[in-house]
């Protein structure tokens, strides 16, 4: 079974520009949660998609949203984007919702903001 | 408030054990996880803990104290490979809580 895959893998953007990162979760999981990930603050939970339907959300400015498709695709969103905002960007998957299920990593995308 | 600490780096000779430990201070708490990281890499599963006592799986066991808000992992026979960051995590007690990552330990194995 394939495992979780990230795209991009790398990005470079400006301040102020908009990115958009995509997660393919493990074939049938319905679970998708973003992490941000920099040296100094850790894993930091971003938002929990369940169906379509975001289903908890971290403490991250209204700047970063996403969005889940129906075949559990998840796509997550950055505007104006901050020099603060460079960070690897991870996504994991698990086969239902909730805090416990294993949950799936992917490789992760690293966003550098210039 | 919620508050997971672990150490920053730990370093342990090849061949020995390695205790990794980490407490937690949370609103709600379900179980706990460890995963290890190497450089560069997502991220990999290795234990969840929800009752108290040792877990082991081959060289790495986990143990867990739900009243002392404790856990540790524990390496054993340590191989090169196993130099990597090792992650605390807490989950909720319900479906809808999230779950809480420490900042990790940098595990770096000597010859």
């Known amino acids: 079974k394939a495992g979780v895959t990230q795209t991009p893998r790398y990005l470079i953007k400006t301040r102020g520009q908009q990115v958009t990162l995509s997660c393919s979760p493990i074939?049938?999981?319905?679970?998708v949660s973003w992490y941000q990930q920099t040296p100094g603050q850790g894993l930091q939970f971003l938002f929990e998609?369940?169906?379509?339907?975001?289903?908890n959300k971290g403490n991250f400015p209204g700047r970063f949203s996403g969005r889940q498709f129906s075949n559990s695709r998840s796509e997550m969103n950055v505007s104006t984007l901050e020099l603060g905002d460079s960070a690897l960007y991870l996504c994991?998957?698990?086969?239902?919702?909730?805090?416990?299920?294993?949950?799936?990593f992917g490789p992760g995308t690293r966003l550098l903001v210039l | 408030g919620q508050n997971i600490d672990q150490p920053t780096e730990m370093t342990a000779t090849e061949g020995a054990i390695v205790q990794i430990n980490c407490t937690y201070q949370?609103?709600?708490?379900?179980?706990l996880f460890w995963y290890q990281q190497h450089a560069g890499e997502a991220p990999t599963f290795l234990s969840y803990?929800?009752?108290?006592g040792l877990e082991e799986k081959g060289r790495f066991s986990s143990f867990l104290s739900r009243s002392k808000g404790y856990s540790y992992l524990l390496l054993k026979e340590l191989q090169m490979k196993d130099s990597a960051s090792y992650l605390c995590?807490?989950?909720?007690?319900?479906?809808?809580?999230?779950?809480?990552f420490g900042s990790g330990t940098r595990l770096s194995i000597r010859p």
């Open positions: 994991a998957s698990s086969l239902d919702r909730g805090s416990q299920e294993t949950q799936y």
């Open positions: 074939s049938g999981h319905r679970s």
């Open positions: 998609y369940f169906s379509e339907t975001q289903r």
């Open positions: 949370t609103s709600g708490f379900n179980g």
């Open positions: 803990n929800v009752l108290d």
């Open positions: 995590a807490v989950s909720g007690y319900s479906s809808a809580s999230k779950i809480i």
